[in-house]
Every structure is written in structure tokens, then in C-alpha cells.
């Protein structure tokens, strides 16, 4: 069975930093694409970062270029994400999901984890 | 980017109806398209994968259809719990981008 669990969030203040990470197990990580997703509360979702089975290959939003990282540990089975510079408007549930081999869509969701940016 | 527009924003129907969503991309994204099942405090759940495959479990009330730029997610026969937010989601190119959502609200 799939299981991903997110961890790492909560009160931060603007301009800080936070490492969520993921943990994953019940499939073969280092063969996925990872994925982080986030959904301010009762808004709709949106993508953030993804990084390849392997590692070497990462894409970002236009939102979070430059201040987020996302990293993979492959013999931890963990993901990351490096969030730096943090704004009031990065508020939200940040879910970590895999996607398939060959990039399919997230097909496995983490429950989430709440990162609040306030002061 | 790929800007997906559902419509309509929210549905209203009693359970035994049926139900469809559409989904209409800015440019064409083939078939690389996807839909989700949000319920609240809960993860989105995959239920469509390029554009009519049913994901692993999914009743099969629920169905996909379209190419292109134009989508739609049939569910034929509402159950109790079918009733939730309803995402497309294209990966044809980056970034990858999600519709606004369609709420789907008992009658």
C-alpha cells in the first residue's frame, strides 16, 4: 500500500524558512516523480515543484522560483521541500503526491500538512 | 500555461441523476488530462487518468471523455457520496495546472 506523510509544517514568520518533508514507502521511490501541491483553505489547488525518480531534474512554479527548493533523499524515501523567503500568500496545506514512471498524473496524495505564514 | 476552465462552477442534482462537468483547456493538451475527487479535509483522489481511464477502484459511474481541448467527466448515477469538488488537471507542459473546480452540491 502507498503511504506518504507529510511533516515539517506550521507558524512561520514572513521572510523565514521551513523544510517540510515527506515520507514515502509501499512503492519503488526512486522510480517516481515526486510532487508538491498546495490549496490555501477553501481555495483550489496548485502546483508547486515536482522533481524526477532520480533527482536531476526539477521544475517549479513561477511562484515559488527562486525561493523554494524540493530535493529527494532516495535512500531515505524521503522528499523535501526547502521553502526560503516565505510570504503571507504561501499560506496553505501543502500535500507531497507521486506520480508514475512515465509522469502520469499525482495518483497518491500525502493528507497534507499546514504551513501559515503570519506574523 | 495551459489555463483550464470548468464549468459549470457549482451543480446542483439529487443523488440518482446524472452529473457532468466539463473541462476546457486554453490550448490542446491531447489526452493528458485528468480528473480529481476532493471531499473536505481530505486529499484529492484520482479518478480519470488521460482523459477517460479510470483509476485503480473507481466505480464505474464515473467516466471520461474528450481530446484536445475539450473534456468531460460523467457520473451517471449519483451516489451519497459522490457529492464533493470535482479538479481537471493537465501535464502536457509545465507548469502543470489544475482547473478552478466544480462543486458538485446536493439538491
Known amino acids: 500500500e502507498v503511504q506518504l506523510l507529510e511533516s515539517g509544517g506550521g507558524l512561520v514568520q514572513p521572510g523565514g524558512s521551513l523544510r517540510l518533508s515527506c515520507s514515502a514507502s509501499g512503492f519503488p521511490f526512486d522510480k517516481c516523480p515526486m510532487t508538491w501541491v498546495r490549496q490555501v483553505p477553501g481555495k483550489g489547488l496548485e502546483w508547486v515543484s515536482t522533481?524526477?525518480?532520480?533527482?536531476?531534474?526539477?521544475h517549479y512554479a513561477d511562484s515559488v522560483k527562486g525561493r523554494f527548493t524540493i530535493s529527494r533523499d532516495n535512500s531515505r524515501t524521503t522528499l523535501y521541500l526547502h521553502m526560503n523567503s516565505l510570504r503571507v500568500d504561501d499560506t496553505a496545506v501543502y500535500y507531497c503526491a507521486r506520480r508514475s514512471p512515465s509522469w502520469g498524473p499525482p495518483d497518491n496524495w500525502g493528507q497534507g500538512s499546514l504551513v501559515t505564514v503570519s506574523s | 500555461e495551459i489555463v483550464l476552465t470548468q464549468s459549470p462552477a457549482t451543480l446542483s442534482l439529487s443523488p440518482g441523476e446524472r452529473a457532468t462537468l466539463s473541462c476546457r483547456a486554453s490550448q490542446s493538451v491531447t489526452t493528458d488530462l485528468a480528473w480529481y475527487q476532493q471531499k473536505p479535509g481530505q486529499a484529492p483522489r484520482l479518478l480519470i487518468y488521460d482523459a477517460f481511464n479510470r483509476a485503480t477502484g473507481i466505480p464505474a459511474r464515473f467516466s471520461g471523455s474528450g481530446s484536445g481541448t475539450d473534456f468531460t467527466l460523467t457520473i451517471s448515477s449519483l451516489e451519497p457520496e459522490d457529492f464533493a469538488i470535482y479538479y481537471c488537471h493537465q501535464r502536457t507542459s509545465w507548469p502543470i495546472t489544475f482547473g478552478q473546480g466544480t462543486r458538485l452540491e446536493i439538491k
Open positions: 522533481i524526477s525518480g532520480h533527482g536531476a531534474s526539477t
